[in-house]
């Protein structure tokens, strides 16, 4: 079971729909959760990060945290062109010192 | 506020040789790490520098890379000798760290090609 795992891409979703992004660990102890987006050839860019149960919302994105299922999501509304990239989700486990453990990535298409 | 600095850009090299990565992480930062990400993969961590002592190096292949934080600012990564399969973007990235704030900032990264 890999630590981090996101759901298999790639997301096709329309201009102005919702895009719902999945990412799953295996270390309970995890405590702190992250989004980052990366465009092609550029490097991760942060998005949202969590660290407690339940939602968090920053403008068109919303971060959901459920520690008992071991989930975390992104959704972004209003998805737009400019959304298409490779959302990569990251987890620091308990004990690592603000080590991050990324998942493989998903590409999100977001068309006219 | 200036962002992580890295250089160079882009590197070709042939297998067997050297190679060395500078990076500058942003200013107050004590928390510097080291990724490489080969492509279609997220990135994964090499090497983590609090100030300028290590705190995580357990996936760094210490046999053909190297990497120093000289008085805990700027660092470097190195290869001797270049494989193929280390043809990747080498990314540094940098945080406040501690119990401050876990949350890291990335560099335009270094794409390595081994010829």
């Known amino acids: 079971q890999k630590e981090v795992e996101q759901n298999s891409g790639p997301l096709s979703v329309p201009e102005g729909a919702i895009a719902s992004l999945n990412c799953t660990y295996s270390?309970?102890?995890?405590?702190?959760f992250f989004w980052y987006r990366q465009y092609s050839g550029k490097s991760p860019e942060l998005i949202m990060f969590i660290y407690s149960n339940g939602d968090k919302e920053d403008g068109r994105f919303t971060a959901q945290l459920n520690k008992a299922s071991q989930y975390v999501s992104l959704l972004i509304r209003d998805s737009q062109p400019s959304d298409s990239a490779t959302y990569l989700c990251?987890?620091?486990?308990?004990?690592?010192?603000?080590?991050?453990?990324f998942g493989q990535g998903t590409i999100l298409t977001v068309h006219p | 506020e200036a962002g992580v600095a890295q250089s160079p850009r882009y590197k070709i090299i042939e297998k067997r040789q050297s190679v060395a990565f500078w990076c500058n992480p942003i200013s107050g930062h004590a928390t510097l790490y080291w990724y490489q990400q080969i492509l279609g993969q997220g990135p994964k961590l090499l090497i983590q520098?609090?100030?300028?002592?290590?705190?995580?190096d357990s996936q760094l292949p210490k046999d053909r890379f190297s990497a120093e934080r000289l008085k805990g600012v700027d660092s470097t990564l190195k290869i001797q000798p270049a494989k193929l399969e280390d043809s990747a973007v080498y990314l540094c990235?940098?945080?406040?760290?501690?119990?401050?704030?876990?949350?890291?900032?990335f560099g335009p990264g270094t794409r390595l090609t081994v010829t």
């Open positions: 270390d309970r102890g995890s405590q702190s």
């Open positions: 520098f609090q100030n300028n002592g290590v705190v995580d």
């Open positions: 990235a940098s945080s406040l760290g501690g119990q401050v704030s876990y949350e890291q900032y």
């Open positions: 990251a987890v620091i486990k308990g004990t690592s010192y603000g080590k991050l453990t």
